[in-house]
């Protein structure tokens, strides 16, 4: 073993190809090994990335989905 493991997006070379552009690999980071603890740590707490939270409308009996409203404040 040679210490970290290679990312496997960019499978080390630090670079993603999207539409013959390359771009930082947002996986690792732009480290080229896999550091799926320091990704983590950046996703929001409340939606974890995605972007929406569901919650349960009582009135309604229904689940509703809206924007997370801490990601659309830090924007």
């Not at 690999?25 to 983590?40: I, K, N, P, V, Y």
Request: some cysteine; hydrophobic content about 35%.
């Amino acid at each position: 073993m040679n210490g970290k493991p290679t990312c496997p997006q960019c499978r080390g070379s630090r670079v993603e190809w999207v539409g013959g552009i390359p771009l930082a690999c947002h996986r690792c980071d732009s480290r080229g090994w896999d550091d799926l603890e320091t990704a983590l740590l950046r996703l929001c707490r409340c939606c974890l990335g995605s972007g929406e939270v569901v919650a349960v409308d009582e009135e309604r009996r229904a689940l509703v989905q809206a924007a997370c409203p801490v990601c659309a404040r830090s924007e």
